[in-house]
């Protein structure tokens, strides 16, 4: 699956559905075992989430986003599919998010592809959801100063971390990618999925059980005077960066 949403695939609402819709498509289709997320975005995987979705948007906007944001979280994560990442670009935030979603993480080496939860740069915060995967990938000390610091890992830090699982030249994501699905494919389906949702579903339980309310807290949160403050500031450096 090849994420095509230029300029930088910034997950907005209208591509959150096309990929659940795209994903829905292959998990029903039962000739479909496994998914390799890519991205056609030259440099960059995702930018995460669309920040023009949060800023500047009433209320049952911002309630609609994050149902969107919360389903694909939840359809990836617990996918029955083997979904390999193939990280081929910059990945912050609700990009890592999605990368981190992934059964095996492939990332190419080049230090501009860094990876990680950087909400705190934004004066946001990493809901708990995000916060728990994080937790569980990379252990609980390495994430608490991630998340606190905002840490973007360049490929070498990422791969000592734990955040990657392989990283390799550029030319040889794609590729590597295709190994890693043949090997996770040798094991009996049945088997790897019942495995999967063992070790997930607790993570994602959390969300399931209380999914309206995380509606209403990121709702309310992102709607405070400080925090659209906060991204009208970042909107406005990336836009300066251009110079
Ligand atoms: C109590 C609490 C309860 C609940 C929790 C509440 C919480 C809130 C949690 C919200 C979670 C958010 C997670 C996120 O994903 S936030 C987004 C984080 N993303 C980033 O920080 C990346 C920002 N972008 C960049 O750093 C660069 O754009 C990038 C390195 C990706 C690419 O650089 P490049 O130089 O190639 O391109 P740019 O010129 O910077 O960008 C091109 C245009 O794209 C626009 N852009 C970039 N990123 C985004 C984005 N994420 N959303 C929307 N738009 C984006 C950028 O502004 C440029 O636009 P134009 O100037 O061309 O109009």
């Known amino acids: 699956m090849k994420m095509r949403n230029p300029p930088v695939n910034s997950l907005s609402l209208e591509f959150l559905t096309e990929l659940l819709i795209s994903l829905e498509k292959l ?15 030259p440099g960059i995987f995702s930018a995460g989430l669309d920040l023009l979705e949060m800023y500047g948007r009433d209320p049952a906007h911002c309630a609609e986003y994050w149902k969107a944001v919360q389903e694909l979280w939840l359809r ?37 592809y860094a990876i990680g939860l950087n909400e705190t740069l934004l004066g946001i915060i990493a809901p708990f959801w995000f916060k ?3 937790v569980n990938t990379i252990g609980h000390r390495a994430a608490e100063r991630a998340l606190q610091l905002g840490f973007l890992f360049p490929p070498s830090d ?31 389906d049945h088997a790897r999925q019942l495995t999967k949702n063992l070790v997930r579903k607790p993570t994602a339980d959390r969300l399931l059980q209380q999914r309206d309310a995380d509606i209403q807290n990121f709702v309310r949160f992102i709607s405070r005077d ?10 406005e450096k990336l836009k300066q960066k251009k110079g």
């Open 132 to 134: 728990d995967v994080l």
């Open 226 to 235: 400080s925090i659209q403050k906060s991204l009208h500031v970042y909107l």
């Open 27 to 41: 998990e029903n289709d039962k000739t479909f075992r496994g998914i390799i997320i890519t991205s056609d975005c």
């Open 76 to 112: 990836v994560y617990l996918s029955n599919l083997v979904v390999i990442g193939a990280i081929n670009g910059i990945s912050p935030a609700g990009g890592c998010l999605l990368s981190l979603s992934c059964d095996y993480r492939v990332l190419a080496n080049n230090p501009k």
């Open 158 to 188: 990422a791969l000592q971390v734990g955040i990657v699982d392989q990283v390799v030249p550029e030319d040889q994501v794609q590729s590597t990618a295709r190994s890693v699905m043949a090997q996770w494919l040798a094991i009996p």
